[in-house]
Every structure is written in C-alpha cells, then in structure tokens.
C-alpha cells in the first residue's frame, strides 16, 4: 500500500518527528511504501488563501492569517498518489476553519 504521511514542516526536529519517522519504518517493515508529505509552516505569508487579505487585516491578527494559510496550503496538497493518508492535523479543526473562512468571504 502506498502511505502519505502529512505534517507540518517547521525546520526543526524534536520528539514529534522522531515518533512520525519511527511510524514510518514501522509501516514500511510491513511492507508499505511510505511518504512523508511536509508543508513548509516557516513562511508567514497570505499567498495560499482564496481572496484578498490587506495589510491592515493582516496585521491586526498576523497568527489568524498564517493559520488560515496553512490550511489552504493542505486543502491544495495533491495526494492521489497514495492509497491511504495520514494527517498529523485534526480534521475537526480543519472543517471549522473552514466554516470560519466562509463567514470571513462573505463578510
């Protein structure tokens, strides 16, 4: 079976890559083949998101902004590759921000 495995990418390596890669030679011993798909979270910027952000909103809440980014970066993530993904973000955290960001569209 081939395996994505995403995570988040912030330039460092501490105990959550060292259990994310342990997973890794597990399912490969068991003879999948394995992938970890990493999304650089180290740029702060609004490129990734649907429409239009203004300094001025950015600035007001720059956290807000790099989060909602870095959701688009997932949602575009192209993982047809793989016959099974693992996601090392909640989904339930994805789905409200979604319904966030479409209040904020409307608005």
Not at 14 to 43: A, C, P, W
Not at 49 to 60: A, E, H, L, R, T
């Amino acid at each position: 079976m081939r395996i994505g495995i995403v995570k988040p990418d912030y330039k460092i390596t501490g105990g959550f890559e060292v259990v994310v890669n342990r997973m890794k030679q597990e399912l490969e011993l068991s003879g999948h083949r394995v992938e970890i798909v990493y999304v650089d979270e180290t740029i702060s910027t609004t490129n990734e998101i649907p429409c239009s952000i203004d300094g001025n909103m950015f600035n007001q809440n720059p956290d807000f902004f790099k989060y909602i980014n870095s959701y688009w970066k997932y949602m575009k993530l192209d993982l047809n590759k793989f016959d099974a993904v693992i996601s090392t973000q909640p989904l339930h955290l994805l789905s409200i921000i979604q319904s966030i960001l479409l209040c904020f569209i409307i608005i």
